[in-house]
């Protein structure tokens, strides 16, 4: 990368299913945020490049009984942002719940609450549009056949233009059965151009799929349809679902997403252009780019959206996640630094996929190494606070109470599997209650676990190869927890110096 070029991915961590628009000078971007909470991240660019999280507009999800536990693959799923009317507006599906709104004169609120738009099960990828042509305005979504047992195909619908109600029954707009080779087609991205109505949507799967392009005069079809973008002879496999958005001068960009793994889906920008046959073209006559010229717009400094934390008085950044909609008193705020985490009783306290209470950020798609410090406060024996690796497999680092008073240094891991965690080393003893946990993340995303109590940094254990959950990538998390019925808290522990560094 040179100062005049980009290198993809320019998002390299989990940003699943992103969208983007543009208001002025300023672009926006918001992505996948399943069962996590807050939801829906905010995200804010220049030049399409360089981006920083600026916050998120779904503070807890509904209903909160159901999102009182970890949901990891459920909750929210591909969300669209536009703006309209002076205002932003998201849309997303709830697989188990429906299609919903909210939306907010500013990026960064008060957004409104959530708006159950279309009821019904397995209604996923909702995208709007407001037609300035007629004043009329359309809704298109996708299906998800674990739910509703349809897929591979988008419904459309008239919508009252102030977006709080549908105005018919919906009708089947592609039916991707009838297209030769096609399987799977989800994700649509609804837009008007040059008197077409165009669905940008990809298919073929996350890992081997396709982009692809359909095109009508009217709304509700005869849609015709176009392979966009394609791996190709690439290392992009399966280039998936995003969003289309044009610059003030006019250029258009295309930002869509990589499935890799433990590490999430990762986020690419493509350059676009309309071809002789009025058809978009994608990328390097289809194929994704590695590397290439950066928009035209002004320079901006690097950036990417923050992972280190110090966690001042207590507070967490806006990058990290609870696994469930929080508690009262999970986190206290303090007048020092450190987050003094509440050890939460819970009868799953052997299993971190089953803990609501686990603070999380995305994985790193680099090599690199995860540094924070931990002293454990609470004299609660079974008392526990560390530092995971999460997803459909976990590992942690970490300090125990012993029944005896005294805290030992723990190395746990689950396989995938597994119902209950072991050991994956003898316990040690950590004298002073205290440790500096590290994880070393190296290619594949497989994990070295080391901690210093002392006498510097000892590895821990074997190589624990991170592994992603159905739809979302690993993720790093702080918690802390104590055996118990569910009831109540038992002392804290405190969390200093969050780091992450490139090896």
């Not at 507009?57 to 536990?69: I, K, S």
């Not at 359909?214 to 973008?229: A, I, N, T």
């Not at 258009?252 to 997403?257: G, I, R, T």
């Not at 793994?261 to 994704?288: F, I, K």
């Amino acid at each position: 990368m040179t100062d005049e070029t980009y290198t993809n991915p320019v998002l390299n961590a989990d940003w699943s299913d992103p969208d983007v628009v543009r208001v002025g000078d300023d672009y926006y971007l918001t992505a996948s945020s399943f069962g996590r909470v807050p939801g829906l991240p905010l995200l804010h660019s220049r030049d399409l490049v360089n981006w920083t999280l600026v916050g998120h507009a779904l503070d807890r999800l509904e209903p909160a009984a159901v999102f009182d536990e970890p949901r990891h693959d459920c909750g929210v799923w591909a969300p669209s942002l536009r703006h309209h009317d002076d205002r932003f507006w998201i849309f997303w599906g709830d697989p188990d719940q429906g299609v919903f709104q909210i939306n907010a004169p500013e990026i960064r609120g008060p957004w409104t609450k959530p708006h159950l738009l279309k009821e019904g099960k397995g209604l996923i990828d909702a995208c709007p549009l407001w037609d300035d042509e007629t004043g009329e305005a359309y809704l298109v979504h996708a299906w998800a056949k674990s739910r509703s047992g349809v897929k591979n195909r988008l419904t459309g619908h008239r919508m009252h233009p102030d977006g709080t109600s549908l105005l018919d029954e919906g009708k089947l707009i592609v039916d991707a059965d009838r297209v030769p080779g096609w399987f799977t087609l989800e994700g649509p991205k609804l837009y008007k151009h040059d008197g077409w109505f165009w669905i940008l949507a990809p298919a073929g799967g996350v890992e081997t799929g396709w982009q692809g392009a359909f095109r009508s005069r009217e709304f509700f079809g005869p849609y015709e349809e176009k392979v966009v973008l394609e791996q190709k002879d690439t290392d992009v496999n399966g280039p998936h679902q995003g969003g289309w958005v044009r610059t003030r001068s006019g250029e258009d960009w295309f930002l869509h997403f990589q499935q890799r793994g433990a590490y999430g889906r990762v986020v690419h920008l493509q350059p676009m252009r309309w071809g002789t046959d009025s058809w978009p073209v994608l990328g390097d006559e289809g194929a994704p780019v590695a590397v290439h010229r950066k928009p035209d717009l002004p320079p901006q400094p690097p950036a990417a959206p923050a992972t280190d934390d110090d966690f001042p008085g207590g507070r967490h950044g806006r990058q990290w996640q609870w696994t469930a909609n929080p508690g009262d008193g999970w986190a206290t705020q303090h007048s020092g630094d450190g987050l003094r985490l509440t050890c939460v009783r819970s009868a799953d306290t052997h299993d971190l996929r089953k803990l609501p209470n686990v603070l999380t950020q995305r994985l790193p798609g680099i090599p690199s190494a995860v540094e924070v410090g931990l002293r454990l406060d609470s004299e609660e024996p079974g008392a526990r606070a560390g530092l995971a690796v999460l997803g459909d497999a976990f590992g942690w680092i970490g300090l125990q109470r012993g029944t005896d008073g005294t805290v030992h240094l723990v190395h746990r891991f689950a396989e995938a599997v597994a119902e209950h965690e072991r050991d994956a080393e003898h316990p040690r003893p950590a004298p002073e209650g205290r440790a500096t946990l590290r994880i070393e993340i190296g290619a594949g995303a497989r994990c070295r676990f080391l901690a210093d109590t002392g006498d510097g940094f000892r590895p821990s254990g074997q190589v624990f190869a991170a592994t992603p959950w159905r739809w979302v990538g690993a993720l790093l998390g702080l918690f802390a927890a104590a055996p118990g019925d569910g009831q109540g808290h038992a002392g804290a522990a405190t969390f200093t110096q969050f780091r992450i560094s490139a090896l």
